[in-house]
């Protein structure tokens, strides 16, 4: 009987850490995508999107060759679409913030500010230790839609987004500048 007791307390004792570490790990998260820019592995998001964009890239300048095209699709994704993205999520978390929200669960997503005709969030999930904020719309009542997903992983005690998965449709090419 004692040592059903002992097991209930133990269980129960793991129960809270697991739920402290959560809570833990969503106020790191708060933190982290309050300066986001400073927590951002801008090589492994590059690469992530280099990843993504570069079979889907439309080549309409023949003369390149492919390392040329490679080298360009890489310093295009460096220079703009992987700043422009990152700042994307900083003004989307600064507007849920801004109206006193927090992230919601990609099961029950609440809107930042409802009313609007597009309506946007952010909503969290946990994927193999890998935290994911989904991007989130529901354009005039057609349902919510993952926009994009910010991956982020834990590196010495906090969070980094290390990775941004665009939810590109089938068959659609990339533009990439120069190329």
Same mark, same amino acid.
């Given at each position: ?6 097991? !209930? &307390? ?5 129960? @809270?850490?697991?739920? !402290?570490?959560?809570?833990?790990? &969503? ?11 400073? !927590? ?51 003004? &989307? ?12 669960? @990609? ?15 952010? @909503? ?24 994009? &997903?910010?991956?982020?992983? !834990? ?25």
């Amino acid at each position: 009987m004692f040592s059903r007791y002992l097991v !209930a &307390i133990a269980l129960l004792t793991y129960s @809270c850490v697991s739920l !402290a570490l959560d809570a833990d790990s &969503i106020g790191k998260l708060y933190s982290v995508s309050d300066n986001i820019e400073k !927590a951002t592995n801008y090589e492994s998001v590059v690469e992530s999107l280099y990843q993504q964009i570069r079979p889907r890239a439309n080549i309409t300048n023949k003369s390149l060759s492919q390392k040329q095209v490679d080298i360009k699709v890489r310093q295009y994704i460096t220079d703009k679409y992987a700043p422009a993205l990152v700042m994307n999520y900083q003004h &989307i978390y600064s507007q849920l913030r801004g109206n006193g929200g927090e992230f919601s669960d @990609c099961g029950n997503v609440t809107p930042i500010k409802s009313g609007e005709d597009v309506l946007k969030a952010l @909503c969290l999930s946990d994927n193999n230790g890998h935290i994911k904020v989904s991007y989130m719309t529901n354009g005039y009542s057609q349902g919510w839609k993952t926009s994009a &997903i910010f991956v982020f992983n !834990a590196v010495n005690n906090a969070f980094q987004l290390s990775a941004i998965e665009l939810q590109l449709k089938d068959g659609v090419k990339a533009y990439v500048e120069g190329i």
